[in-house]
């Protein structure tokens, strides 16, 4: 007897080593940083620098980040979006809700040919909730190379759903812990040329902050909007949160909240740059006026991010069964 058809929902995220060791970010930063999508200098210039400088002198250093947020489950993005995953399967018992990464495992290709096996419709929503050319661009790289058939949601930078669940976890935050005296909402920065060649994330990035400032009843003074994690070489998307920080401790500012709406899930860049990195940077330049940076959390498998993930599914399988009739 054959099996009945059944949908997938694949929900893809950018990728984590699978240990917290050099080779294991080397392995996984070799795939990274071959993708043409995020570097995309010539190959033949790129791959030996890439080869014999860039992963050898980045990775051990790269493992000492990863080993210090290290979860006992394994790297906190896969931790958490698996948890997303079984939160939002538990939203839609008829679809079948699978995890890949678009860099390492569980592998994208791997993750498509068992939706194609289970015969439904197949919805592939990246976890990158601003479009770039660098991320969502890439997934849809291989869905594409993949077969046709497959929907992807571009982006959701705007929906109201996802916007009141990062407004509410700042405002929770804030009633659990008072609020600070100025919130930075700080987003992944991409390369300046790649948005002077039409890549709409700069856009989106600032849609989004303005929704989630609006939401939570800000006035312009209240908060910023900043880009972190540059990476190589020319003019990235400003202003850094670095220097926004910076910026705050030299003003005078003893608290400061930050929130980063583009990241889905916490990760290196969030429990690392933010929540170590930058924190501690903040505290030294606010030396005589006790400064602290509080980081707060993604929104990871909290119910509301379940919902607002489950209800952009299913309005795009109804969009697929719509164009089907």
Known sequence: MSTPPRDTLLLVNLGTPDAPSAPAVARFLDEFLSDRRVVSLPRWLWRPVLRWLVLPRRSPAVARKY?????????????????LADAVQQRLPQVHVDVAMRYGAPSLPAALERARARGGRVVVLPLYP???????????????ADGAGVQLVDDYHDDPAWVAAVAGSIREHRDAH???????????????????????????????????AAALGLADGDWTLAYQSRFGGGRWLQP??????????????????????????D??????????????????????????????????DAPAHADAIASLA????????????
């Open 67 to 83: 080993a210090a947020i290290w979860l006992p489950g394994g790297s906190p993005l896969a931790v958490h979006t698996r948890a």
């Open 130 to 144: 601003q479009y770039s050319t660098t991320t969502t661009a890439s997934v849809a790289d291989v869905v594409d």
């Open 178 to 212: 008072g609020p600070g005296e100025h919130l930075v909402l700080s987003f992944h920065g991409i390369p300046q040329r790649v948005v002077d060649a039409g890549d709409p994330y700069q856009r989106q990035c600032e849609a989004s902050a303005r929704a989630i």
């Open 240 to 265: 850094a949160t670095q220097d926004v920080l910076d910026a705050l401790a030299a003003r005078g500012v003893r608290t400061v909240d930050v929130a980063c709406p583009g990241f889905s899930a």
């Open 267 to 300: 990760c290196l860049e969030t429990l690392e740059e933010i929540g170590m990195m930058l924190a501690e940077r903040f505290a030294e330049r606010s030396a005589g006026r006790s400064g602290s940076l509080r980081a707060i959390p993604c929104l990871n």
């Open 314 to 325: 299913l309005r795009q399988f109804g969009a697929a069964e719509s164009c089907t009739l």
